[in-house]
């Protein structure tokens, strides 16, 4: 069984780049077809998708995210990277990644990691 574990910095500045990684123990990212999305959730609002990378390398990018966001794997440490840039504190939010068969469905997740905007 795969386990997701995300890390950030917790606190970034406006204007600044966001970097989060999923770290993914259990089993290779790349030994069954998968996509690996990010999912946020702003306090008090619902979950918003922000992409995927499918295991053979493909991006999707949410309309609302597509001009900031850069999805990525790493094989040899097995795990995915989010990349936000131009961060402002309307990105503070608790930030997930999951595993799904598909974009919208996913049968694994992390337990998210809270990512604060602040000068």
């Known amino acids: 069984q795969d386990q997701l574990q995300e890390s950030g910095p917790g606190l970034v500045k406006p204007s600044q780049i966001l970097f989060l990684t999923c770290t993914v123990s259990?089993?290779?990212?790349?030994?069954?077809?998968?996509?690996w999305s990010w999912i946020r959730q702003p306090p008090g609002k619902g979950l918003e998708w922000m992409g995927a990378?499918?295991?053979?390398?493909?991006?999707y990018y949410s309309p609302s995210f597509k001009s900031r966001t850069s999805i990525s794997y790493d094989t040899s440490k097995n795990h995915i990277t989010l990349q936000l840039i131009s961060v402002t504190p309307e990105d503070l939010a608790l930030y997930f990644c999951?595993?799904?068969?598909?974009?919208?469905?996913?049968?694994?997740w992390g337990q998210g990691t809270q990512v604060t905007v602040s000068s």
């Open positions: 259990g089993g290779s990212i790349t030994t069954n077809f998968f996509y």
């Open positions: 990378i499918s295991t053979n390398g493909d991006t």
């Open positions: 999951a595993r799904g068969n598909d974009l919208t469905a996913y049968d694994h």
